[in-house]
């Protein structure tokens, strides 16, 4: 039996004061009165903390609290996974203390679609069942469920138990995904650029391009984050086993480097969310799909505009004739949405933005827009409802909350990829040796090994567990009653350095180490250059030399925001110069300055 959720006295005081009243008749304890919206708000926090599949033992991660709005439930998309067994989670934190890291050749981190999503294992999607305009709503809701419990028994039957990585369980949040398929007239699915086969199911795909006769614009983010050659060889991958596809790259932060940095360097300049590359080259795609059907006109100045923007240091405000008109959609209007709807109705294209979490989803319609109309965050699931923005009076967006899709890939990668919450993860010490593994991690992070002595330089051989603890030893993470190494605390910290993209891990597509020079001498290179913004070497170095100088006169060079949970609100790296502006702003005064620097971290 699970265990009952806990709630404080003040809810228990006023549920029983509800029970009271129902048992006297009062008329206080109506559909409409306060002490009736409390106990529906109980109701629905318990309801909401039950799973769509009982086939399996799911765990429910982003717990938060509930509202007395009864329209609204927080909890309704939050990520359901499958729950790891106390013998797996102790298993890999007894290996990840005891197996030596051995550095992985470049070649093994070339990976293949058909290794993540082979087609023999029956690596689908749930569909949406077939409904009519003379179902009810209850009836389509328990056809719905149906569905979705054969699609997983289906799926558990192919695969053995271990063999799946982390999917989504909650049947609502791919309800959400139903109504963006069936909305949308064009698919931007977006993926990130380090590891983009993990986030292109093929079925999706085949989905779009096959049954539903709508096209799709592989949307490349964050291509500031990896090397000009391989953005270019990823693209050619894609398109070569994608006849089909069409692919735009985007980044929200061109200019930035993609050296392995400490410092928190993906800081939003003057222009905003305007100042993204990219929107071009996903408004041409869309050009040439629609053919003429609708007119862009008004998209392609508003990019114009946007540009000339950036180029004057202005920025857009916030009221005007570019406000941009958001709408919210009840749940009955999108359960019997039409799933014949006409392409291009009423000639408004209408562009339906999915993905993985943490691929940038919400980045990306901001920099559509051009400023910022959704909240953005690293934590996955930060995208909790479904909503449509217009972008001109003839561009619609639709937002989706991100969905993981069945895979077979490694979940240590999948972790690193961002699309388990770091601060729910049991045990992140064998994520942090897979990190370790494939990246320059002494040369970057410049540790020292725990045994090792001041008297002599004697080489030790380095575990995941070795490296969180002498992480935790350089920051100075301490337990709070023994003040030993907060080793826990430091992987964390690691893999928020791996996903933020300072300690960058990417993958190859096949091929690459031996194409390698055929990718740097491409004449399409040119292109990707300048859309991540690349400066010269000169500029390069010269900004190198003064970094070098910086952690020299400083006992502690990184300002790394090590937070112990993920932060929910907007405090993700896309906001960085709201803090910034802060510091600069004289905003330093150190209330623990009594204490000596850094002794209170």
């Given at each position: ?7 404080s ?5 006023k549920?029983l ?10 008329p ?8 009736a ?12 903390d ?12 982003n ?19 499958e729950?790891?067994?106390k013998?797996?989670?102790e298993?890999?934190k ?9 550095p ?20 689908d999607?749930?569909r ?7 179902m ?10 149906k ?6 028994e289906s799926?558990y ?5 271990g063999?799946?990585?982390h ?5 609502e949040?791919?309800?959400?995904l ?10 931007l ?15 999706l795909y ?16 964050k ?24 692919c735009a ?5 061109p200019?930035?480097q ?7 360097k ?10 993204a590359g990219?929107?071009i080259?996903?408004?041409r795609?869309?050009?040439e799909?629609?053919a ?15 540009a000339?923007?950036?180029?004057t ?12 008109l958001?709408?919210?959609h ?5 359960e ?5 709807q006409?392409?291009?109705?009423d ?9 993985f ?5 919400s980045?990306?319609l ?8 959704v909240?953005v ?8 409802y479904?909503?449509?923005?217009y ?5 619609k967006?639709c ?9 077979r890939?490694?979940k ?10 770091v ?6 010490y ?24 001041p008297?002599?330089?004697?080489d ?6 070795d490296?969180?603890?002498?992480w ?9 009653k023994?003040?030993r ?7 964390n910290?690691?893999?928020?350095l ?10 190859r597509?096949?091929g690459?180490?031996?194409?390698k ?5 491409h004449p399409e290179?040119a ?25 020299e006169s ?8 090590d937070?112990?949970?993920d932060d ?6 896309e906001?960085e ?22 002794e209170c971290?």
């Amino acid at each position: 039996m699970p265990r009952r959720k806990p709630f404080s006295n003040k809810q228990k005081k006023k549920q029983l004061q509800v029970k009271r009243e129902r048992k006297r008749g009062d008329p206080g304890s109506g559909q409409n009165s306060r002490n009736a919206s409390v106990e529906r708000g109980v109701r629905r926090d318990r309801q909401s903390d039950t799973s769509d599949s009982e086939t399996t033992d799911i765990r429910k991660i982003n717990q938060q609290p509930g509202t007395r709005d009864s329209r609204y439930d927080p909890n309704r998309y939050r990520l359901h996974f499958e729950k790891e067994s106390k013998e797996e989670v102790e298993k890999r934190k007894k290996m990840a203390r005891d197996t030596i890291l051995q550095p992985v050749p470049e070649r093994e981190l070339e990976m293949d679609i058909n290794q993540v999503f082979p087609e023999e294992q029956g690596l689908d999607f749930p569909r949406r069942p077939s409904w009519h305009y003379g179902m009810q709503r209850e009836e389509l809701l328990r056809k719905e469920e149906k569905s979705f419990h054969e699609f997983l028994e289906s799926l558990y039957s192919k695969n053995p138990p271990g063999t799946l990585s982390h999917f989504e369980h909650n049947l609502e949040t791919w309800r959400q995904l139903w109504r963006v398929l069936e909305m949308s007239d064009i698919i931007l699915l977006i993926v990130d650029i380090r590891h983009p086969v993990l986030q292109f199911p093929p079925a999706l795909y085949h989905y779009i391009t096959g049954p539903l006769q709508k096209q799709v614009v592989l949307v490349l983010n964050k291509v500031d984050l990896c090397p000009a050659p391989l953005v270019l060889a990823w693209k050619h991958y894609m398109t070569k086993h994608f006849p089909h596809l069409h692919c735009a790259c985007f980044t929200s932060h061109p200019g930035q480097q993609y050296s392995t940095l400490l410092q928190k360097k993906r800081m939003r300049r003057k222009g905003g969310w305007s100042q993204a590359g990219g929107p071009i080259h996903i408004m041409r795609s869309c050009q040439e799909i629609t053919a003429g059907k609708v007119d862009l006109s008004s998209w392609e100045c508003k990019i114009q505009k946007d540009a000339v923007a950036v180029g004057t240091e202005g920025d857009w405000p916030d009221d005007g004739a570019d406000t941009v008109l958001m709408e919210h959609h009840s749940d009955v209007a999108m359960e019997m949405n039409s799933p014949t709807q006409e392409l291009y109705k009423d000639g408004v294209l209408t562009l339906g933005c999915i993905g993985f979490p943490n691929v940038g989803k919400s980045s990306v319609l901001n920099s559509l827009v051009g400023r910022k109309v959704v909240s953005v965050s690293r934590t996955p699931g930060h995208t909790k409802y479904f909503q449509t923005y217009y972008l001109t009076p003839t561009v619609k967006l639709c937002d989706c909350p991100g969905l993981v899709f069945p895979s077979r890939v490694n979940k240590q990668l999948q972790i690193l990829a961002g699309i388990y919450p770091v601060s729910q993860l049991q045990e992140p010490y064998s994520s942090v040796g897979f990190l370790c593994e494939r990246t320059p991690f002494l040369s970057v992070l410049r540790l020292t090994h725990p045994e090792q002595s001041p008297c002599t330089q004697q080489d030790h051989d380095w575990t995941a567990w070795d490296v969180c603890e002498a992480w935790a030893e350089r920051r100075g993470y301490k337990t709070a009653k023994a003040a030993r190494n907060d080793v826990y605390r430091a992987a964390n910290s690691l893999l928020r350095l791996a996903i933020d993209g300072r300690l960058c891990l990417y993958l190859r597509p096949p091929g690459y180490a031996l194409n390698k020079d055929q990718w740097e001498s491409h004449p399409e290179l040119a292109e990707i250059v300048a859309l991540q913004g690349r400066r010269t070497e000169e500029e390069e170095s010269s900004e190198r030399d003064e970094e070098e100088e910086e952690d020299e006169s400083s006992s502690e060079p990184e300002e790394e925001d090590d937070r112990d949970a993920d932060d929910d609100a907007d405090g993700d790296d896309e906001d960085e110069s709201v803090r910034s502006d802060r510091k600069s702003k004289g905003f330093t005064l150190n209330m623990f300055g009594v204490l000596g620097e850094n002794e209170c971290e």
